[in-house]
């Protein structure tokens, strides 16, 4: 179950889809899987869902498929036959939440109060669905509530690429889902490219990728130390000595002993290291576990890729 949790948070944002005809299913899947999304909670909104369900799951096994609004368990072992692995529903419905926890199979209660969010916590959940997020006080709601309860968020409803990092930003917030990227006429119009493009578009939102600093590979310190004064000199940035390099402001690092990468190294900053390992290593991008570097909750803070570029060693920051 965990790993599903895993997942969730690590792909970030989860598209809602409500689909009217089963036969788009694989074709709109695979499109938001080439947009950097292989997941889908395809709702119980439109009969053609459960089968959805089926076509995504039967069809595309790198993609997460769940189920939404779920009202009732009879709906709920539909989709988990169908290959549904989460269930999500707009309330906190309690036979629906006992049930899954009987299933073991991952679910995300609506929850818009702390009495809903209290009895998730004591049928043991740690992830609830925010539902409807910004009608229902937004991000500022979940920050008063947080810190009386040991969840996690899952906000939809309202969420777009404006302001999914207003969400994301908070670190109680797991993953935010929404329609934006699968509105009905893109689906309805087969927009497969387009829907591809928005999903981009949300997942650079998301990570945030910006240069953050060059690493310069100095002789010994008295070199990083000259090196670093010329850069403070020239640009007024202030004098960072750290254990094993010298930072001219935030922009040049020069690093005491020669470190990785033949030229030296670039630090890419991102909004989340964790999602963007995941991310890049949906493309393919390997990293050097060796050079992982987390926080005291076990978030990453920086990693190196595996492969350098360009003659420089690449390594992601969180910002
Ligand atoms: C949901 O079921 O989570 C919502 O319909 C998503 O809301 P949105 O359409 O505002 O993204």
């Not at 940035?237 to 010298?246: C, H, K, Q, T």
Request: aromatic share 8%; proline share 4%.
């Amino acid at each position: 179950m965990d790993h599903i949790f895993q997942t969730v948070s690590n792909i970030g944002i989860i598209p809602v889809i409500a689909i009217e005809d089963a036969a788009k299913a694989v074709p709109l899947a695979r499109a938001l899987t080439a947009g950097g999304l292989p997941a889908a909670e395809v709702t119980f909104r439109t009969a053609a869902g459960e089968e959805a369900i089926r076509q995504i799951a039967r069809n595309c096994p790198e993609v997460l498929v769940g189920a939404g609004t779920v009202l009732n368990l009879d709906q709920c072992d539909r989709a988990i036959a169908a290959g549904a692995k989460f269930i999500v529903s707009p309330g906190y419905n309690e036979a629906l939440v006992n049930h899954c926890v009987e299933k073991n199979i991952p679910v995300f209660p609506g929850c818009v109060n702390a009495s809903d969010m209290t009895r998730a916590v004591n049928a043991g959940l740690k992830i609830v669905k925010f539902f409807p997020a910004e009608q229902s006080g937004g991000v500022a709601f979940l920050k008063a509530l947080a810190p009386v309860l040991p969840l996690s968020f899952m906000p939809t409803g309202g969420v777009n690429t404006k302001n999914l990092m207003d969400y994301l930003s908070f670190d109680r917030i797991t993953a935010c889902g929404g329609t934006w990227m699968v509105k009905k006429d893109l689906i309805e119009g087969e927009k497969w490219d387009e829907i591809t493009t928005i999903c981009k578009d949300a997942v650079k939102t998301m990570l945030g990728f910006e240069l953050r600093h060059i690493g310069l590979n100095c002789a010994d310190e008295e070199n990083a130390e000259k090196t670093a004064r010329a850069f403070c000199a020239l640009f007024g940035l202030e004098y960072r000595p750290g254990n094993s390099s010298i930072f001219a402001g935030s922009a040049v690092e020069c690093m005491k002993r020669p470190f990785l990468g033949e030229k030296g190294h670039i630090a890419i900053g991102t909004n989340s290291v964790d999602r963007a390992i995941y991310h890049l290593g949906l493309q393919g991008v390997e990293f050097d576990e060796s050079t992982r570097k987390t926080d005291g909750r076990g978030r990453t803070k920086a990693i190196y890729l595996k492969d350098s570029i360009g003659g420089f060693a690449i390594h992601l920051a969180g910002k």
